[in-house]
């Protein structure tokens, strides 16, 4: 079992900005891609911005707007972390974030995927 402990979340003004941490521990995996994903209250998850070993980032065109310029994700494969620096956060970014790490140790055709619990993020004057 994969655990992530996720750090960074808060109360910040519009305009403000943010790191998310999050670490991913265990004895044996592969990481294939980590990413961090909002849910604001009453909607589903969804992919804030991921980076995968493979070099290949997204980000998100419908969270509070397109969060290209503004977000941008690292990730050190060797230490097993994955940050989110965000810049000029917006009132509809609130929610929860959570972290999220897909496991490849047993192959792409069996992929297991992690979530941490979530950080709270409240963006509001």
């Known amino acids: 079992q994969v655990q992530l402990v996720e750090s960074g979340g808060g109360l910040v003004q519009p305009g403000g900005s943010l790191t998310l941490s999050c670490a991913a521990t265990?004895?044996?995996?592969?990481?294939?891609?980590m990413g961090w994903y909002r849910q604001a209250p009453g909607n589903q998850r969804e992919l804030v911005a991921s980076s995968g070993t493979a070099g290949d980032m997204k980000y998100s065109d419908s969270v509070q707007g397109s969060v290209q310029g503004r977000f941008i994700i690292s990730a050190d494969y060797a230490k097993n972390t994955v940050n989110l620096h965000m810049n000029n956060l917006k009132p509809e970014g609130t929610g929860v974030y959570h972290c999220?790490?897909?496991?490849?140790?047993?192959?792409?055709?069996?992929?297991?995927?992690?979530w941490g619990q979530g950080t709270q993020i409240t963006v509001s004057s």
């Open positions: 999220k790490v897909v496991d490849r140790q047993y192959g792409r055709s069996r992929l297991q995927y992690f």
């Open positions: 265990r004895t044996c995996f592969i990481i294939d891609v």
